[in-house]
């Protein structure tokens, strides 16, 4: 089992940043990727970005291009989301997924989850 838990979260006036964390606890050595997913409000969970543990493969979708990028912290077993350039459609509860085995994880269909972490942009 992988345990996720996310922090970071909070409301932020668009143009701000803010860092999300996604602490990975457990059979951590099990994990090949993690993904950050977002869900608004009577939205579908959608892809935000992923990245492999080792930090060799990365995706990101078209909304967070340029934006978003995902530092890691092997040591903490921490992947972070640096989200700068906020907006007000950048509003959402986020979560952190986790999958063992490939291809990249960019579906919401398998894995672990954390508990998700609310942010929220005002214009």
């Known amino acids: 089992q992988v345990q996720l838990v996310e922090s970071g979260g909070g409301l932020v006036q668009a143009g701000e940043s803010l860092r999300l964390s996604c602490a990975a606890s457990?059979?951590?050595?099990?994990?090949?990727?993690v993904g950050w997913f977002r869900q608004a409000p009577g939205k579908e969970r959608e892809i935000v970005a992923a990245?492999?543990?080792?930090?060799?493969?990365?995706y990101y979708s078209e909304s967070a291009q340029g934006r978003f990028t995902m530092p890691r912290d092997n040591a903490k077993n921490t992947v972070y989301l640096q989200m700068n350039s906020l907006k007000p459609e950048d509003t959402a509860v986020y979560y952190c997924?986790?999958?063992?085995?490939?291809?990249?994880?960019?579906?919401?269909?398998?894995?672990?989850w954390g508990q998700g972490t609310q942010v929220t942009v005002s214009s």
């Open positions: 997924n986790a999958v063992k085995d490939p291809p990249l994880s960019t579906r919401p269909n398998r894995g672990y």
């Open positions: 990245i492999t543990w080792d930090g060799t493969i990365t």
């Open positions: 457990g059979r951590t050595f099990e994990i090949y990727s």
